[in-house]
């Protein structure tokens, strides 16, 4: 059987003097596993044989994220492409999204090394912008993808759509499409409900909507939602995916969002409960 190898998502910022990361190598060397590293971290680690990116995301068995929810997303979406499972170690305050915590290290990889795991699909988006008939964008989003005004600019009206079907114009500062993952990120803050990350559904939720009645809306994954920003809206707009990847949208611009066939793949070593996990953050977090 070929050896198992682990591609490290390393946050700098995060691992101080790379000391989280330099066990993480331990253990996967003690688990007789093969560790692959960015040469930017090889170098900071006093080491040869770094890789590029390709290499990381392409050769790798797992891509371990090693920092918060927001390295954890930026792994899966590089590793997308190449359909490589994807765990994460928290580095980060909240923490949703990895399961092993630092104490856990020696265990997670034992597990990993022996084939003690699970893995879970979750969803994800992809999101285009067409402006005047060509796409400005494509990109895609594990989390949500979200429309909304400018710093400094007035409120944005967003016309919905569901399959070419009228939904609503939403007055306010913009709209979060969300995967059941993202519903515990920016959906959950704006009021929308919190969704089992193991569903198939896109959830709508306006941000600040100036209208009383305005809530959030749940689709299928069969659907397909457009976007549409008011002819006559002067001021600046901008989409981001995930938070992370963000690109100006104008008057007229039509955001076109829907489920894509392929999800990214979670390892799972514990099988942990989604509401203990949810208990445990919210509630710590409001404590701290």
Not at 2 to 9: A, K, P, T
Not at 45 to 74: I, R
């Amino acid at each position: 059987m070929d050896q198992i190898r682990i591609g490290l998502s390393v946050n700098e910022k995060r691992d101080k003097d790379l000391l989280v990361t330099k066990k993480v190598i331990e253990c996967i060397l003690k688990y007789e596993m093969i560790p692959l590293l960015l040469k930017p971290v090889a170098t900071s680690l006093g080491l040869s044989g770094g890789v590029d990116e390709a290499e990381l995301y392409g050769t790798s068995t797992f891509v371990v994220s090693l920092g918060g929810d927001g390295t954890l997303l930026n792994a899966a979406r590089s590793v997308f492409r190449y359909n490589v499972p994807v765990f994460g170690i928290n580095l980060g305050t909240v923490g949703f999204l990895a399961e092993v915590e630092i104490n856990e290290l020696d265990n997670a990889f034992l597990r990993l090394s022996r084939g003690e795991y699970s893995l879970v699909n979750r969803m994800v988006l992809s999101a285009s912008i067409n402006r005047n008939g060509s796409n400005v964008l494509e990109g895609i989003a594990l989390n949500d993808v979200v429309v909304s005004r400018g710093g400094l600019s007035r409120l944005i009206r967003l016309k919905v759509y569901v399959d070419n079907q009228f939904i609503d114009s939403f007055p306010g500062d913009g709209v979060i499409v969300s995967t059941p993952t993202g519903s515990t990120a920016y959906t959950l803050s704006a009021g929308g409900p919190i969704v089992q990350p193991d569903m198939k559904m896109m959830i709508t939720t306006p941000i600040c909507p100036h209208i009383l009645y305005s809530r959030s809306f749940i689709t299928s994954p069969e659907r397909i939602l457009r976007i549409c920003v008011n002819d006559d809206y002067p001021d600046s707009a901008i989409l981001t995916l995930d938070g992370q990847e963000g690109v100006g949208v104008v008057a007229g611009d039509i955001i076109t969002i829907r489920c894509m066939d392929q999800g990214v793949r979670f390892v799972s070593i514990y099988q942990l409960n989604f509401y203990d996990i949810l208990r445990a953050k919210i509630h710590g977090k409001e404590n701290e």
